[in-house]
């Protein structure tokens, strides 16, 4: 009976693990939408206002060279033109985006 109450349990954490990967990515993708996307552009090739701000494309060698915490802290700090977005998005979503922007180049 134990072994069938510890399989539950481990199931359990299973499912909640998987879950909360799925609605983090969810959610890294909204932020980005909200936040990102009209300077940016859907697929991390600036557009609009973005592109006459001198925001790069995220594929571009510059970026792509850059480490996670050189783009977490350009997101929190802001950088040029790019406002800071400390305060008004955590480091889990700061970091959520990063990965998220990593995945569009």
């Known amino acids: 009976m134990r072994m069938g109450i510890k399989s539950f349990v481990t199931a359990v954490m299973f499912i909640t693990l998987l879950a ?13 939408k909200a936040k990102c996307q009209m300077c940016h552009g859907a697929t991390g090739e600036p557009t609009g206002a973005g592109k006459s701000m001198g ?16 783009l977490a802290s350009a997101t929190a ?6 406002p800071a977005f400390k ?8 970091n959520a985006l990063v990965k998220y922007v990593r995945g569009l180049k």
């Open 77 to 82: 700090n802001g950088q040029n033109k790019m």
């Open 55 to 70: 925001a790069k494309a995220f594929s571009d060698p510059d970026v792509v060279k850059k480490s996670d915490a050189d």
């Open 87 to 94: 305060g008004k998005l955590s480091d889990d979503q700061i």
């Open 20 to 32: 909360s990967n799925v609605f983090a990515a969810d959610s890294a993708q909204d932020t980005y």
